[in-house]
């Protein structure tokens, strides 16, 4: 019984994930008039190659790519950074009012993102419409999330190489960068791509935070060829472009799945 739920699953999973895949990826090869009515069968006559270049210079998929690659980049170092630093202080404190001010910080986790608010205080601030703008959301909205995935893993890690460093003579930043940081590699590197994740395939911040054209993230970028008048029925550039978002995403999780798993157990058996 064990054997036919493990195959059944199998077929489901395998159905649920490879049957919209297979129309992503036979309809991004066909050209206009075959995939003007979206199908399953394969293209007669191949076109892959002309599409992907279509999307990457018409479509501005390049500018895309780049602007995603930074924002996220630099939204998940951030959080990663000042998230493991809070969680250090929050696992190694046993006080009530850090305890307290510890679950006031997780609490962002359920809190929605005020956007007209970030919007308001960007105008302010000179910001509006940049990347850094968007950057400063990110870690506002995804900070919470990291401190409460990293703060279990944290009380794992042995307090006598701290004391033992303490003794050495040195100080709580050098104690955090050379001795606590390393040794919360297999927590950071989970959260880091569930982090990645999150920012990378995100849209609404983003369509409301940044401004032209040149600072578009790929998710924007698709949305106008979905939405744009000359693109709106070229379904084989459509399919072209969610290949170029997801692909990044899909080769990350396929070179780092066992580290990513081992990261999930080691912080919830360790927490």
């Known amino acids: ?7 059944a699953l199998s077929v489901v999973a395998g159905l649920v994930i ?8 036979v309809n991004a090869a066909k050209p206009f008039a075959e995939a003007r009515t979206p199908g399953f069968g ?3 006559d191949w076109a892959l190659v002309d599409n992907f270049r279509t999307v ?3 479509g501005r998929a390049g500018v895309g790519l780049l602007n995603s690659l930074l924002i996220t980049a630099g939204s998940v170092a951030f959080i990663l950074i000042a998230g493991s630093m809070a969680a250090w202080v929050f696992g190694r404190s046993a006080s009530r009012p850090v305890r307290l001010l510890f679950y006031a910080s997780i609490v962002g986790i359920l809190v929605p993102a005020p956007v007209i608010t970030s919007v308001y205080l960007d105008a302010q601030l ?5 990347r850094l703008s968007l950057i400063g959301l990110y870690a506002g909205v995804y900070l919470s999330l990291a401190i409460f995935l990293i703060t279990g893993f944290v009380r794992s890690v042995p307090r006598e190489l701290e004391e033992a460093a303490q003794l ?8 955090f960068a050379t001795i606590v940081f390393p040794l919360l590699g297999p927590v950071l590197f989970a959260a880091g791509i569930v982090l990645w994740v999150f920012i990378w395939n995100d849209f609404f911040y983003a369509f ?13 970028g698709l949305f106008a060829v979905v939405s744009s008048n000359s693109h709106s029925t070229n379904w084989n550039y459509v399919f072209a472009d969610v290949i170029v978002v997801s692909l990044p995403l899909v080769l ?8 990513i798993l081992a990261g999930v157990m080691a912080g919830g058996i360790k927490g």
Request: charged share 20%; no cysteine.
């Open 1 to 7: 019984m064990r054997t036919i739920k493990y195959v």
């Open 18 to 25: 490879g049957v919209p895949l297979w129309m992503v990826l």
């Open 42 to 44: 394969l293209p007669h």
């Open 56 to 58: 990457l210079t018409e």
């Open 126 to 130: 000179g910001l509006q419409g940049t």
């Open 168 to 175: 050495e003579g040195a100080g709580r930043l050098r104690i």
């Open 208 to 220: 409301f935070l940044l401004s032209g054209e040149s600072r578009q993230t790929l998710p924007l």
């Open 252 to 259: 990350v999780f396929v070179l780092g799945q066992r580290r």
